[in-house]
């Protein structure tokens, strides 16, 4: 499955629900942002939105202080 086919949004939301203090999400998209190849994080970044549940967890005091170096990303896509 691609980026572009995949439902961020309200799949991602659904993970949030279902994950026990996010923990899941932290460290599914940890890895992402933590690996030493920006694409894939790139690739998700082309599809968050502003005010999406995704971009808001990204923008997240415990996301960034996680992986700080996300935020460097963040503002190159312009969230």
């Known amino acids: 499955m691609t980026l572009s086919m995949c439902c961020w ?5 659904a993970l949030m629900v279902a994950s026990s203090e996010r923990e899941w ?9 933590n690996s030493d ?7 998700l970044l082309e599809h968050v939105a ?9 923008r997240s005091d415990g996301f960034l202080d996680e992986y700080p170096q996300t935020e460097v990303l963040l503002l190159t896509y312009g969230l």
């Open 37 to 43: 190849d920006d694409s894939g994080a790139a690739a």
């Open 9 to 13: 949004g309200p799949g991602f939301e």
């Open 25 to 33: 999400p932290l460290i599914l998209l940890g890895r992402l942002f």
């Open 50 to 58: 502003k005010g999406d549940v995704l971009h808001a967890f990204l």
